[in-house]
């Protein structure tokens, strides 16, 4: 079988992440795809049609991030009119921030925001046109413990009392097929830790505990019946204790253990805490922003759903108190905070950014890897792991051909 006549990119004088190590080797991608040169250079005897220079650089698979509110003055929440332009001008910022692919995160709200926000919000290739690709939404609440509400509006909250029904009642069923990728949920809340299973049957969803004060007990019987990650670790959830460690009791698990969210802005984890769980469960870690649109603009008040909020000098609080509502961080920054906090090494670091996520959604063949076959979705880096270019798609995105708009 003849192979593409498209052509072929190879990059060179650079480092590949792959196999959990960094590599001294060239990268091919033809038609947006990472390729086996071997074909190339054995079966149809050709030569790159276009080099790139790397200059010593590191390249990685693309940043993934699993749980951001919105970023650029756009909130996926609360811009429930504009939901499409909060999308659009929100995957070209993310893109050129070296996060290729995200799952845009909704607060606790109410069934007719769900119902007018999923449609939008469901998977979408990424390209330079288009920005980083949409890998379904993550969706936070509104079936989380009244005791760890964090910056989610009580109102909204519901148990499910009465299972798979109450869950259709609020998001619809068919939204959580087509548009969604995770939901957050509290296990002790009524009705929650039996539907699990019958949820993730039903839709083909992931399922993360979060928001929770559950005890030990709950959260590891969450896990057994198939929530396979622990939303933002350390933050709204049962506290650690000796006898009852709750949430994080099941980094110490002896078998399996879930991946876990873990935001490295400096803010809403100490960096010892990092540590912890970075010794704990070092193959678990997610590095997530958990974001608001605040993110790459200036100090001043800003709306998280139906929520104000106060952001100064990086910190984000519902407005009047002291409780966090998000961050302003981007990936790029958390990767480089995980080995300020940690001494993890580079591979580690990158990994928490790209194939671990990729592994708890499932998508590790195509995304957050360097392996053959895999989408073009690649970061040049340098030593210091500042992003110095940006491709999708194996095209390259920079600021004269992705253009977006910041709501000030």
């Known amino acids: 079988m003849p192979g593409s006549a ?21 990268l091919y991608i033809q038609d947006g795809k990472i390729i086996d040169p071997a074909r190339m250079f054995w079966d149809e005897r050709r030569t790159p049609d276009v080099r790139v220079d790397c ?15 919105g970023a650029y003055g756009y909130d996926f929440s609360n811009n429930t009119d504009a939901i499409e332009e909060a999308v659009d001008n929100i995957s070209k910022g ?29 998977p979408r290739p990424g390209s330079v046109e288009a920005g980083a690709a949409v890998l379904g939404a993550h969706i936070e609440g509104p079936f989380i413990s009244p005791q760890k509400k964090g910056a989610h509006e009580l109102a909204t909250f519901r148990t499910a009392k009465n299972g798979l ?23 002790e809340v009524e009705g929650i830790l039996d539907t ?5 049957k039903a839709t083909g969803i992931h399922v993360s505990s979060g928001h929770s004060n559950a005890t030990t007990a709950a959260a590891n019987q969450a896990y057994h019946n198939g929530a396979n990650m622990i939303t933002h670790l350390f933050n709204a959830m049962h506290a650690f204790h000796q006898r009852d460690p709750g949430l994080i009791g099941l980094l110490g698990a002896r078998k399996s253990r879930p991946f876990y969210g873990i935001i490295c802005d400096g803010i809403h984890v100490h960096p010892h805490s990092v540590m912890i769980a970075y010794y704990a469960h070092p193959n678990g870690a997610c590095l997530v ?27 984000v609080y519902i407005k009047g108190t002291d409780t966090i509502a998000g961050s302003t961080a981007t990936l790029a920054e958390c990767v480089r905070n995980f ?50 270019r940006v491709f999708i798609a194996g095209k390259e995105a920079t600021s004269d051909n992705v253009k977006f708009n910041k709501k000030l």
């Open 6 to 26: 498209s052509p072929i990119t190879q990059f060179y004088n650079c480092r590949l992440l792959r196999d959990h190590q960094l590599v001294a080797d060239s």
């Open 339 to 388: 080995i300020k906090f940690t001494g993890a090494s580079k591979v580690e670091a990158l990994e928490n950014a790209t194939l671990h996520p990729a592994q708890m959604l499932g998508i590790e063949g195509q995304k957050g890897t360097l392996a053959f076959g895999a989408d073009a979705d690649i970061l040049i880096l340098d030593d210091d792991l500042f992003v110095q």
């Open 289 to 315: 922003t958990d974001a608001m649109s605040a993110q790459c603009l200036p100090d001043g008040f800003y709306k998280l759903g139906e929520m104000d909020v106060d952001v100064h000098g990086g910190h």
């Open 94 to 122: 993310l893109l050129l921030q070296g996060c290729t692919a995200y799952c845009p995160t909704t607060v606790s709200s109410r069934p007719e925001v769900y119902r007018k926000v999923l449609p939008h919000l469901g």
């Open 55 to 69: 200059k010593g650089g590191i390249i990685s698979p693309g940043y993934i991030d699993l749980q951001i509110n």
């Open 196 to 200: 699990i299973p019958e949820l993730i």
């Open 165 to 187: 029904a109450d869950i259709d009642e609020c998001y619809g069923l068919d939204n959580l097929r087509k548009y969604v990728a995770y939901v957050t949920m509290a296990p």
